[in-house]
Each structure stands twice: as C-alpha cells, then as structure tokens.
C-alpha cells in the first residue's frame, strides 16, 4: 500500500478548495509505523504537530522522513503501510543499531571529558600554602615554568588573580620575590595528581 495521499483540488473559478484526488507514492519503500513530531516550527511564529513516516531512500541508501500531515494544514494528508522488503527492513535496523551505538559512544566520552575537567579543575584550583607553576604559554608578565608558593588569593571561593612567592623569606616573614598572575594560568605541581575516580572519570 506504500503511502496513499488524499490531496485538495483548488478550483481557480470558485477561488475554493472544493475537490479532492488520490494517488500513491512510495510502493515498496515505507519501513517504519508514523509516528508524531510535537512543535515543529513551520513559521517564525506558528508551530504544529506532524504525523510522520520513514521512507528508505535507494540514492542515500539510508531511511529518511516524510511528512504524512500537520496540525496547521491539511491540504495533503497521507496514510501509509509499511511494505519495504525484509532485506531493506534489516538494513534500517542495523543503522538505526549503529547510530544508537554511536550516540551512547559519544555521551560516555563527554561525561567522561566534564569529569577529567572537574577533576583537573578541583586539583589546580588555588589555595594558600599550594605549590603552583605557570603553565600557560601565554603569560607574559610571569615566565611559563615559574614556580612559587601561593601566598594571596583576591577571592578565596573564586580567585582571577593568584600571588605566588617565588623566593625565600625575609626576617619578617615575608617573600623576598613575588609574582602576581592570572588563576587560569597556573598549574598543582603535586606528584600525587588529580583524583579521576572521585569524579567519576578513568
């Protein structure tokens, strides 16, 4: 049966859609059930459900969408039946097999990307006392490869510029060299490294 169209006839005299003809497309090609598209945006300001079908596309060689009707125009509505040969039928399934495999692929690979960051994060982030090194080959003010004790932080729950102490200590106790650089650009330098598995990541 394929797909069976019913199409409104426009009459230019009566200026009215006042007909109607049927016609078929898609024999042998129709390898799924409709199913329905909630709020498709059709206009920049109209929205409407469609009733779909999935069509196999010989030139693609893969399933496609067509459009049976919608909520806002009815000039052409169709009702279909599934009737692809099983052949077609395996095929379609071993794609949409494939491609549920090669999204959940890629899901796993970001959750475990956001949780190597959160991890690398937490290890570099800041605090007093931490031995940190300017990694970013774009400081310029402070040399990649500085290494100082952080000794002041501009806000201690989200610190922008951190200062290290880069030499020994004076009588008083303070650093005899200091650098001021941006929090983004330095580096933990403990051997111990960050802890992967509390964030979940390898």
């Given at each position: 049966?394929?797909?069976?169209?019913?199409?409104?006839?426009?009459?230019?005299?009566?200026?009215?859609?006042?007909?109607?003809?049927?016609?078929?497309?898609?024999?042998?090609?129709?390898?799924?059930?409709?199913?329905?598209?909630?709020?498709?945006?059709?206009?920049?300001?109209?929205?409407?459900?469609?009733?779909?079908?999935?069509?196999?596309?010989?030139?693609?060689?893969?399933?496609?969408?067509?459009?049976?009707?919608?909520?806002?125009?009815d000039v052409k509505t169709g009702v279909s039946t599934i009737d692809?040969?099983?052949?077609?039928?395996?095929?379609?399934?071993?794609?949409?097999?494939?491609?549920?495999?090669?999204?959940?692929?890629?899901?796993?690979?970001?959750?475990?990307?956001?949780?190597?960051?959160?991890?690398?994060?937490?290890?570099?982030?800041?605090?007093?006392?931490?031995?940190?090194?300017?990694?970013?080959?774009?400081?310029?003010?402070?040399?990649?490869?500085?290494?100082?004790?952080?000794?002041?932080?501009?806000?201690?729950?989200?610190?922008?510029?951190?200062?290290?102490?880069?030499?020994?200590?004076?009588?008083?106790?303070?650093?005899?060299?200091?650098?001021?650089?941006?929090?983004?650009?330095?580096?933990?330098?403990?051997?111990?490294?960050?802890?992967?598995?509390?964030?979940?990541?390898?």
């Amino acid at each position: 049966m394929a797909i069976t169209w019913t199409e409104k006839t426009y009459n230019n005299d009566t200026k009215c859609y006042d007909g109607s003809k049927t016609y078929t497309t898609h024999e042998g090609l129709v390898v799924s059930a409709p199913y329905t598209l909630h709020s498709v945006r059709i206009m920049s300001d109209v929205w409407a459900d469609f009733r779909c079908v999935k069509v196999w596309d010989a030139t693609e060689q893969k399933a496609i969408r067509v459009d049976l009707s919608n909520t806002e125009f009815d000039v052409k509505t169709g009702v279909s039946t599934i009737d692809a040969p099983a052949e077609i039928l395996a095929e379609v399934a071993r794609q949409e097999a494939e491609a549920i495999a090669k999204q959940a692929a890629y899901e796993k690979a970001s959750r475990e990307a956001a949780a190597r960051k959160a991890a690398e994060d937490a290890f570099n982030f800041p605090q007093k006392g931490m031995i940190m090194q300017v990694a970013n080959p774009r400081s310029r003010k402070v040399a990649p490869g500085t290494v100082g004790v952080v000794f002041w932080l501009d806000d201690f729950r989200n610190p922008s510029r951190v200062g290290l102490g880069t030499g020994g200590k004076d009588a008083s106790g303070r650093y005899s060299k200091v650098v001021f650089v941006n929090a983004a650009y330095l580096k933990n330098t403990a051997v111990t490294g960050p802890d992967y598995a509390a964030y979940g990541a390898c």
